[in-house]
């Protein structure tokens, strides 16, 4: 499994290019020759960006919803909205495609943060808008998700 680390502040250009820095250019060298998968994140103003084969194995859950329930279809269709392939090219920029870019607001300052398996790109003052929005709650918020007791066993702290 792809565990990718780091939150890095960049610039778009004009063309909404946004050169990945080099530390997570590594980190996504085993992954880099399939492409990427860019969406429209469900919970935030941001877009999320899915190596190939993370992108395929949410896909392999999501082909077994039964197509004949109308929330799963909906659900279907709104999740894959906007949805398009992209790489890095060889000055190891991405392209975001404009609607994406309107879509998170993403216009100069990007900050792109690891979750995990995919990254996050960010307009840099809505980022710092939901995590500032988000510290006073994180302390609740860490405890209803990692504090019960069958994470200890897992050695979870």
């Known amino acids: 499994m ?22 997570l250019k590594k980190q996504l060298l085993p992954v880099m020759t399939n ?3 860019i969406k ?14 993370e992108w395929n194995a949410l896909m392999q859950k999501m082909s077994e919803l ?4 109308r929330k799963n279809v909906d659900f279907i269709r709104r999740f894959t909205a906007g949805v398009r392939t992209v790489e890095l090219d060889v000055a190891g ?6 609607d994406l870019q309107a879509f998170a607001g993403i216009n100069k300052e990007v900050v792109i943060s690891s979750a995990i398996n995919i990254i996050e790109l960010w307009d840099k003052k809505k980022y710092e808008q939901a995590i500032s929005d988000s510290a006073n709650d994180f302390a ?18």
Do not use: H, W
Not at 2 to 23: F, H, Q, W
Not at 93 to 98: A, G
Not at 140 to 157: H, I, K, P, Q, Y
């Open 93 to 98: 920029r991405l392209l975001i495609p404009k």
């Open 35 to 37: 492409g990427f998968v």
């Open 40 to 53: 429209r994140a469900v919970f935030q103003p941001c877009l999320e960006m899915y190596p190939m084969n």
């Open 140 to 157: 609740d918020l860490a405890e209803d998700v990692m504090g019960d007791e069958s994470n200890a066993a897992n050695g979870v702290s």
């Open 66 to 69: 039964n197509r004949f329930n």
């Open 2 to 23: 792809l565990n990718l680390i780091g939150t890095y502040e960049c610039k778009a250009d004009v063309k909404g290019r946004v050169m990945v820095p080099s530390p």
